[in-house]
């Protein structure tokens, strides 16, 4: 029999909500079945955690060909170019979500923390935005470099989203 | 399938090890099953998530999330995991005599 999944390491790379929610949705599924796992988050991702931009993550509605309009027609990526429209297309997914019991971003990454997952931001992508200490979400548990994240991720899977 | 013989009872599991009929369940069973998932010895706090999870498949079919379980106040997140170590929700729903959670969350 194959070697069971023991530890995991997500990286969260993007800050629109279809681009952090999977890396969450997993960590989460590891930490329910036993798996240990940590998430980094990078670049765009870090808006995640931090604090005034949590709940401002949307969903992209330019530059995605999978984006469907209710009912199922192609969503052409001029409508998404309206102002407003990520924000009524956010509101659709998050009440999708909703209904399967998905938690908001916030919620989701405390139930994440509770369930003993480390939650980790980039050094870099942290002075690159300017950020501070302060600007992250109580759950976080440290500022990462590179080779400190390998380091916490010895024995694990590394997941890029 | 398989059959165990516990607290005098036959009791009839699936091949992941849940029992197949809720019903026949009880703390003795719970017990028993507990220490196989290597849970010494089960707790009031224990049996307030048990008995709630089977409430609730009782009355909707499904059992709770561990958001719902946190939300309604039955047990905090951080408590479940201490609880049921590696794996609330599955040692949870097999010690209930429930059947494998199927969710994703």
Redesign the interface.
């Known amino acids: 029999m194959s070697e069971p999944v023991k530890k995991v390491s997500i990286i969260v790379s993007q800050g629109s909500l279809e681009g952090v929610y999977p890396g969450l ?1 997993m960590a ?2 590891a ?4 798996i240990e796992a940590n998430l980094f988050f990078t670049f765009f991702g870090l808006d995640a955690i931090i604090k005034k931009r949590i709940r401002k993550l949307k969903v992209a509605t330019v530059g995605n060909p999978a984006m469907t309009l209710p009912g199922g027609l192609p969503f052409p990526t001029l409508l998404g170019m309206i102002p407003g429209m990520s924000a009524v297309a956010t509101a659709m997914m998050k009440s999708e979500m909703e209904k ?4 908001p971003v916030d ?1 989701f990454l ?2 994440i923390h ?3 997952a480390g939650i980790y931001a980039c050094k870099l992508a942290m002075d690159m935005f300017h950020y501070k200490e302060d600007d992250l979400l109580e759950q976080v548990d440290g500022i990462l470099t590179v080779g400190q994240f390998y380091e916490a991720s010895a024995g694990a899977q590394i997941i890029f989203t | 399938m398989s059959q165990k013989e516990i607290a005098g009872q036959t009791i009839e599991f699936d091949d992941e090890g849940y029992m197949v009929d809720h019903t026949a369940w009880n703390r003795e069973i719970a017990a028993v099953l507990a220490q196989e998932e290597g849970i010494e010895t089960l707790t009031d706090r224990h049996f307030d998530v048990i008995e709630f999870m089977r409430k609730e498949v009782a009355e909707k079919g499904t059992a709770p999330s561990i958001r719902r379980l946190n939300k309604l106040n039955v047990v905090p997140t951080k408590e479940l995991y201490q609880l049921f170590p590696g794996g609330p929700a599955k040692k949870a729903a097999r010690i209930a005599g429930l059947k494998k959670p199927e969710g994703c969350i």
């Not at chain 1, 930490?31 to 036993?34: E, F, I, L, P, V």
């Not at chain 1, 399967?100 to 938690?103: N, V």
């Open positions: 949705i989460n599924g930490r329910m079945d036993g399967l019991d998905i938690p919620e405390e139930m509770d369930s003993g």
